[in-house]
């Protein structure tokens, strides 16, 4: 079992930047490749970014290419999401997710099976 505790969300103008952590405990974290996600209101989950356990290799949708950038320390224990250029659209809740699968990269909501409980990013125009 794998706990998960975002942290580092917030209220930021446009343009600005913000960086996430999640913290791991309760499983051997290099055992897992992470992801981050988020949902705006009314919006479905979205995929932002994967990290994989095995060699780092990182995947992003075209939204946020350029200006994420996901990272983990596993002797911290933890996974980091830094944003740059951050514009409203941004706007979201945003979840960290732990998972076993196979391949270069995931954006299947499904295949994480540890998720933390979400951190608030505000962009404001």
């Known amino acids: 079992q794998v706990q998960l505790v975002e942290s580092g969300g917030g209220l930021v103008q446009a343009g600005g930047s913000l960086r996430l952590s999640c913290a791991a405990s309760?499983?051997?974290?290099?055992?897992?490749?992470m992801g981050w996600f988020r949902q705006a209101p009314g919006k479905e989950r979205e995929f932002v970014a994967s990290?994989?356990?095995?060699?780092?290799?990182?995947y992003y949708p075209d939204p946020v290419k350029g200006r994420f950038t996901i990272s983990r320390d596993n002797a911290k224990k933890t996974v980091y999401l830094q944003m740059i250029s951050l514009k409203p659209e941004d706007t979201a809740v945003y979840y960290c997710?732990?998972?076993?699968?196979?391949?270069?990269?995931?954006?299947?909501?499904?295949?994480?099976?540890?998720w933390g409980q979400g951190t608030q990013v505000t962009v404001s125009s």
């Open positions: 309760g499983g051997v974290f290099s055992n897992y490749n």
């Open positions: 990290i994989r356990r095995s060699d780092g290799y990182t």
């Open positions: 997710a732990a998972g076993t699968w196979a391949g270069l990269w995931s954006t299947i909501s499904s295949q994480y099976k540890y």
